[in-house]
Structures are given as structure tokens and as C-alpha cells.
């Protein structure tokens, strides 16, 4: 009987406790931050943040008292201990930092470390209700909901909720100008999406707050929910239906399930690491004027925007001032690049600069004379990717060059326009910054940028559009039917029809996509041009954030059709394909063949 009521009340700490406090401090953390407060109020708040905390903390712990076996218990909350060593290891740095570091903490925060040391505790409680919410995610996927379907609620959600902390007084930097519940669902939107497209200018408008509540949205929703449920059930061996794993592992290529969690850990690990030097490189490339703080936040927000596709700038006229800063500009791009690329080429690329060091790379032996050595072999897939976005951007950068030679690039070095040519280029594929204003481009050129934003980034990265691999399918594709081949090839290999049918499905849901929002956008703002309205929704639905300058001027209805078109273009071709790997239903029938006419 007594072990019975203890197995009880470690289900209930489990499974209740947990989320009691992570509401408890998810209050607090809006009400603390998200409001003007009075003196005493406000440390009264603070430390009943310091107590939830270490509540959390005491949970953790009593589960592992209270558990049949203390081991299974602490793999289970490995994530959660994992975030309480860094916590106490970032406070321990605080509190034994040098004289040197403490002259400048004290500069920047105005002579108050103890307000560093209660942003750590914040940080950790952010952490604590992270966790928790991804922890109702694994619990809802175990029940058997389908990945797509947690997919898009998550996606849903993370908007809703984003638009509710960005409604906040303090997320404003004018309180007299409070954001409107459109303007909040749209700016939401756009930076979940990681589309770029502003109706309220983001480094002028919102404050600290709501500018980390944005890159906040921009970096969730550039990895995406089913990344970091994903990591975390493989990470705590929490075990999740078959047929979500197996979604899981095709979507991440993993070669079997065992190496689902190195393949996630992967690509979370690329992203803090390539975020982590592109900040640093823009933190010395460029001088913002301001604070020590507001130059590294400036530096991290666009290093996130740009890794993740996002194209949110805190500049009012996005790159254009730092058109001339060649550093800045190639770091950009080179991020744009890397995380258009994405989590299946990068790991391969990787894997060849290490000659082969991984599984990930098949080789075979050869030898030349009396030396033998291995070839190592880059997957199609690496392929596809490599040879459609070194063409996208070769055609992008001669493109735009011809056509604005006349135009914007008028006046320019050679070497400027060089560099202005290659950065819209890769741009525009689905970053959405410009160094160059994008209302003056000749019509030939935005034609042309929307069949790039048409195309888009690589699978499983960051980037929108249609993607490389299925455009390099739907010409593959075409070449066999010209040719007469009996099947798709490329490259020594047979492409599976289930892809190939998964491409072309992905392909009509952008081109019907496409035309139904340009109907409802011209049928709502009659007033556009055709040019304005086919750029804007090309650009919503590929989620670029390219502009001619109409997004300030949409009205409600205007801002609710290119939301629609964000999420679309956000989650419906990963969910199509997510739809097609978890589909266990089995056709063991044939229908007698009828030939029709196309085309």
C-alpha cells in the first residue's frame, strides 16, 4: 500500500505539479515584464519568481525520491536538469566573474548585477514552462495524433500566443501607440512564418521586449515545434508511436530510428553555433552607436532573421544603409545561404570536409597505382540541393544585373553591383532583406524574383518556397518524359514515385495557393496594382517578406489574406510530406489502365 501511494504521488508530481507551476510562472513572467508596475509590487513579484524556481527545482527532485527506479526517472527529466546546470553554472559565473567583466556588467546595467542575476532566474523559468509545453506536445503526439495535424496547431498556436504577448504595454516602445489586435496577429504571423513582411517597423515601434518576443517567434518558428518535440522525446526515451518516428526520421533523413536523436541534436546544434558566429561577426562588422547591450542584441536579432530566412530587420530601410559594408553584407548572406541550404546538406557537407569520418557518407575503395584511398559519395539529395541553389543563384545574380543595369544599379561600381546583384540574389529566394529599394525594381525583375521566391531554399531548412529538390524532380520528371524514360533518374538512382507525386502535389498546392490569394488580395484592395498584388502574395506565400511597399498601407481583410498565405506556404508543403511518409494505408489493388489526352 505504500508504495502504491508513493508510485501515485509521483504520477501526480509528474504530471501536475509541473504544469501548476509552469502556469504560475508563465503569469509571472507576462505580468513582471509585460507591464508597468508598481516599486513594491514588483519585488514582491520578483521574489515569488525566485520561489517557483526553486519549487521547479524541488519537483525534479522529489520525482526522482518518489520513483521506483531514480534512474529512469532522471533520464526522463534530463532535459529539465540539463537547463538547471547551465542556470546554476551562468549564476556561478555571475557571482565569480572578473573585476574586468563586473566594471562592464556594472556599466551596462547601470551599477545593478543583481538585475543580471534576476534575468538568469526569468531565463531558467522561461526554460521551466518551455519544457513543459513541449512536454504536452510529446503527450498529445503519444496519444497517435498525426504530425502534420501538432504541426500545424503548434504553428497556430505559437501565432496566437505571439500576438497576445505582443498586445503587452511594455512590448511597445510608445505606449501611446498600442498595437492593434490585426497589426498583432499579422506581425505574429510574419515572424512564425520567418516571412519578414512588417506593418509596424520593428526597430522603431517595439521596444527591447517586443523585439526579443520576435526573434523569439522568428527562431521557434525557423526550427519548428516538431524539431524540438522530436529532440526531447529522443533525449528523456520517451517512447512515441512508430509511425511519428518514422515521419520524423524521413523528414531529417535519419538513415533509422536510432539515429533520429544525432540527426535533431544535429541540427540544433548547427543553429546555436552558426547564429552564435554570425552575431559575433555583425557585433564587429558593424557600429550601431548604441550601448555594448543594444549593439550584441542588434547583432544576435539579425543573425537569427537571417539564418532562419526571417528577413526582420531593426533598420528602418532593412540592409540599405549597409549596402556599402562589405563585411556585414557577406555575413548576411552567407547565413541567408547556410540556412536555405538546411539540416540535410550541411551534416553531408561536413562529413566530406572531415573526409568521411561519418556514416553519413557511403564510400567505396579505389586505387590508383599502388596508393588506394576511399571516394566518398554526396547523397542525391546533397546533390539536387548543391547544383539547384549554386544555378538559382548564378541565374539570380546575372538576372538582376542585366535588368537593373538601367535601373537601381545605375551609377554603381562594378563591384558594387556585383555585390548588390548576388545579395538580392540570394535574398530573394526567401531571406526577404534588400539593399536596394525593391518599389523601384523594373517589372522584368520582379517577375523573375517571384520565380525564385517561387523555388525557395532546401528541404528541411529554414527557407520557404517549393524547394530545390522538388523543382530539380519536376525537371527530372520532364526530362523522362521527353526522353521517353520509363523511370526518373538522377544521378545513377531511381527517384520513388511517392516523391515524385509528393512534388508535383507541393507544386499545384503553391500555384492554386498563389491565384486564390492574388484573387482575394485584388478583390480587397482594388485600389493595387496587379504588379503590387502578384509581388505581395508571391512574396507572402513563398515567405520572402520582399516589399514594393504596400504591406504598411493593407487593410484587416488585406492582412488577413497574406497571413493565410504565410501559413500556407509555412506548413503546407511539410505537412504534405509529413502526410505522405506517416500514411500506413496500403493499395494492394490495380485498376485496369484508360489512356487521356493532356496537354
Request: aromatic share 10%; proline share 3%.
Amino acid at each position: 500500500m505504500k508504495t502504491f501511494a508513493l508510485a501515485s504521488l509521483h504520477e501526480v508530481l509528474r504530471n501536475w505539479a509541473g504544469a501548476l507551476l509552469a502556469i504560475l510562472a508563465a503569469v509571472l513572467l507576462v505580468g513582471s515584464g509585460g507591464f508597468e508596475i508598481a516599486h513594491d509590487l514588483a519585488v514582491r513579484l520578483k521574489w515569488l519568481e525566485v520561489v517557483v524556481a526553486l519549487l521547479f527545482v524541488a519537483v525534479w527532485l522529489a520525482e526522482l525520491v518518489l520513483a521506483g527506479k531514480p534512474s529512469e526517472a532522471a533520464r526522463y527529466r534530463r532535459a529539465e536538469f540539463i537547463l538547471l546546470a547551465v542556470a546554476l553554472i551562468a549564476l556561478g559565473l555571475l557571482v565569480f566573474m572578473p573585476d574586468a567583466l563586473q566594471r562592464i556588467v556594472a556599466e551596462e546595467f547601470s551599477g545593478r548585477v543583481g538585475q543580471l542575476a534576476m534575468w538568469l532566474v526569468r531565463l531558467f523559468l522561461f526554460g521551466c514552462v518551455w519544457l513543459q509545453l513541449l512536454r504536452a506536445a510529446e503527450w498529445i503526439l503519444s496519444q497517435g495524433l498525426r504530425a502534420e495535424i501538432l504541426l500545424a496547431g503548434s504553428f497556430l498556436g505559437i501565432i496566437v500566443t505571439g500576438s497576445m504577448l505582443l498586445m503587452l504595454p511594455n512590448a511597445m516602445a510608445d505606449e501611446a501607440s498600442p498595437l492593434s489586435f490585426a497589426d498583432a496577429i499579422f506581425t505574429a504571423t510574419s515572424a512564425t512564418c520567418v516571412t519578414g513582411l512588417v506593418v509596424r517597423d520593428t526597430g522603431s515601434e517595439f521596444s527591447s521586449l517586443g523585439q526579443v518576443i520576435i526573434m523569439g517567434l522568428i527562431q521557434v518558428g525557423g526550427l519548428g515545434i516538431a524539431t524540438f518535440v522530436a529532440l526531447l522525446s529522443s533525449f528523456s526515451k520517451k517512447t512515441l508511436p512508430v509511425s511519428q518516428m518514422v515521419a520524423f526520421r524521413q523528414l531529417v533523413n535519419a538513415p533509422a530510428l536510432g539515429d533520429l536523436r544525432r540527426r535533431i541534436l544535429g541540427i540544433v546544434l548547427i543553429t546555436l553555433v552558426v547564429e552564435a558566429l554570425g552575431a559575433l561577426l555583425l557585433f564587429f562588422f558593424v557600429d550601431t552607436g548604441g550601448s555594448r547591450l543594444r549593439h550584441l542584441e542588434w547583432a544576435l536579432f539579425h543573425s537569427i532573421s537571417a539564418f532562419c530566412n526571417a528577413g526582420f530587420s531593426l533598420n528602418v530601410d532593412n540592409m540599405e544603409s549597409l549596402s556599402t559594408n562589405v563585411g556585414a553584407v557577406w555575413t548576411i548572406m552567407g547565413l541567408v545561404v547556410l540556412g536555405g541550404l538546411g539540416f540535410l546538406v550541411i551534416p553531408e557537407l561536413l562529413a566530406l570536409i572531415w573526409r568521411g569520418q561519418s556514416d553519413l557518407l557511403p564510400g567505396r575503395a579505389t586505387r590508383v597505382g599502388m596508393f588506394e584511398f576511399r571516394v566518398f559519395r554526396l547523397s542525391n539529395q546533397s546533390r539536387l540541393s548543391l547544383i539547384m541553389t549554386a544555378v538559382l543563384l548564378v541565374s539570380g545574380l546575372v538576372v538582376f544585373w542585366v535588368f537593373e543595369a538601367g535601373g537601381v544599379l545605375r551609377g554603381l561600381a562594378p563591384g558594387d553591383a556585383f555585390t548588390a546583384s548576388l545579395f538580392q540574389s540570394v535574398s530573394s529566394r526567401t531571406a526577404g532583406f534588400n539593399t536596394l529599394p525593391v518599389a523601384e525594381f523594373q517589372n522584368a525583375t520582379l517577375i523573375f524574383l517571384a520565380f525564385l521566391m517561387l523555388v525557395g531554399g532546401c528541404p528541411v531548412s529554414t527557407a520557404g518556397g517549393i524547394k530545390t529538390v522538388t523543382f530539380a524532380v519536376l525537371l527530372l520528371g520532364l526530362r523522362s518524359l521527353v526522353t521517353g524514360a520509363k523511370n526518373i533518374e538522377a544521378f545513377g538512382r531511381s527517384i520513388p514515385a511517392r516523391v515524385v507525386f509528393s512534388a508535383l502535389n507541393v507544386f499545384l498546392l503553391y500555384i492554386v495557393s498563389a491565384i486564390f490569394g492574388m484573387m482575394a488580395l485584388a478583390w480587397v484592395h482594388p485600389e493595387f496594382s496587379m504588379r503590387d498584388v502578384f509581388f505581395e502574395c508571391f512574396s507572402a506565400l513563398s515567405t520572402v517578406g520582399l516589399s514594393t511597399g504596400v504591406t504598411p498601407q493593407l487593410g484587416t481583410s488585406g492582412k488577413f489574406v497574406l497571413c493565410v498565405l504565410m501559413f500556407v506556404g509555412r506548413i503546407g508543403p511539410i505537412a504534405m510530406v509529413l502526410s505522405v511518409f506517416q500514411s500506413t494505408r496500403a493499395v494492394n489493388y490495380e485498376f485496369p489502365e484508360e489512356e487521356v489526352v493532356v496537354g
